[in-house]
Structure formats: C-alpha cells, structure tokens
C-alpha cells in the first residue's frame, strides 16, 4: 500500500507523518507542492506545519499549489485523505471540508497533550477506534479554532460528520468541541491533533494512540 505525503514550503512534520505510515507498513511516497501527478498512491496524507509562511490565511495559498489541482478531484472521487493541523486548514481551504479554522480563543498558541473523544468510527482513518474512546494525542497551532455557519454546525452534527471532540477542556475556542470533522463518504478526514506524532515510544506522546489511524487505512486499503 502507497501513501503519499505532500510537502509544501513550511511543512514541518512530513517526515513524521512519512516515518508513521512506514511503521504501520505501507510505503510513504513523498509528493511535492509542485508535481503535477499523484503518483498513483492509495491515500494522502496533508500534514502539518507552516505551508507558505501562513500568508494571506493558513492553507490559503496551498489550496491553490499544482499538487491540490490533482487531489482535489482524486479525492472527491473517493481518495482516502488525511490532513492534520495545517492539513486540515488546506483542506478547508479548498473546500473538501466545510468551515475553517481560526486564530485560539485568547490568540495563544497551544502545544500540549490533549485528549481527545473519538465521535465517529465509520470513517476510512477511525476504524480501528470505537465511539466514545478518548485517545491521547498532541496539539501545537495558533490557528485552531474551528468555526463553521449554524446550517454548516446542524448538518455535521446530525449526519455524524464531527469525528473528533475535545475532552477535558477546550484549547482553542472551537465551535461544539470540535477538534476534527470528515467529508459525507468518510474518506477525507481533517483534526488539528497529531496522530503521527503518537506512533512509538522513544519520540511520541504518553500515549500511541496515534497508529489507530494509520492502522484504520490499511485496512481500508486491504478491502477495498
């Protein structure tokens, strides 16, 4: 199994998100802001960082970059994506995710460990999970308020669209908790947490919890 993981200018943790899908056993395929081909991967993964300095907005300037122009239709054809942090802004951002993401409650930047409440265990990243599990994962951003329109907020809520909720306290000020949503098909994730950094031991968080996506896609991708 091939995951891509695409790399703009700023990106800080693609080498993370890439070294976490090799420990899960897929081959990480790096993809590059510029390329104008998707290499035929299975998924992508979006990771987080600083893409473009964070000019104009966060992820604004990457939603247009030559790699989103032959994702964007892959994955509104059912490619599995997965974007955290800055990846979840640039999936807003090019609107394969409702809503958008702005500066915390109290404009501080946040770096901790958060737990976090699994809503939804249907969805192509959250499989391995069950509903209602918190899990651990890490949070580091300045820009992760989720905020949508009240029709946006009503439908996400009542088709089981909110995947992720904050537990233990809201770090950000985001609307209902929430701290990840997905597309209708479940294929396409966005969460401002960082599941690639709770993959092992040595450099992760008190928790692992974070190989329960990478082991959601595969197993997704074996039964495809």
């Known amino acids: 199994m091939r995951v891509g993981v695409v790399t703009f200018p700023g990106t800080l943790d693609d080498q993370d998100a890439a070294r976490a899908v090799r420990l899960a056993g897929a081959e990480a395929v790096p993809l590059w802001h510029a390329d104008h081909d998707l290499r035929g991967v299975d998924a992508v993964f979006l990771p987080g960082g600083f893409s473009y300095g964070d000019y104009l907005r966060c992820g604004a300037i990457s939603r247009f970059a030559p790699i989103m122009d032959e994702l964007i239709p892959a994955a509104r054809d059912g490619l599995p994506v ?17 809503g ?6 109290g404009l501080h ?6 737990r976090v409440r699994v809503e939804n265990a249907g969805t192509a990243w959250t499989s391995a999970f069950t509903k209602g599990q918190e899990i651990l994962l890490p ?24 995947v ?14 929430i701290a990840g949503i ?5 294929t396409i994730v966005g969460l401002m947490p960082h599941p690639e950094h709770a993959v092992e031991e040595l450099t992760g ?5 974070g190989r329960g996506f990478f082991a959601s896609i595969l197993a997704k991708l074996v039964t495809a």
């Open 82 to 98: 997965l974007g955290t942090c800055n990846g979840f802004q640039i999936l807003c951002e090019a609107h394969l995710l409702p």
């Open 100 to 105: 958008a993401l702005t500066r915390n409650e």
């Open 109 to 114: 930047y946040v770096c901790r460990d958060q």
């Open 139 to 162: 949070i580091k951003h300045g820009e992760g308020r989720y905020v949508a329109a009240p029709e946006v907020l009503h439908e996400l809520e009542g088709s089981g669209r909110v």
């Open 164 to 177: 992720f909720r904050y537990a233990g306290g809201n770090p950000n000020g985001s609307m209902n908790d």
């Open 182 to 186: 997905a597309n209708a098909a479940g």
């Open 205 to 209: 968080a008190p928790s692992l919890d």
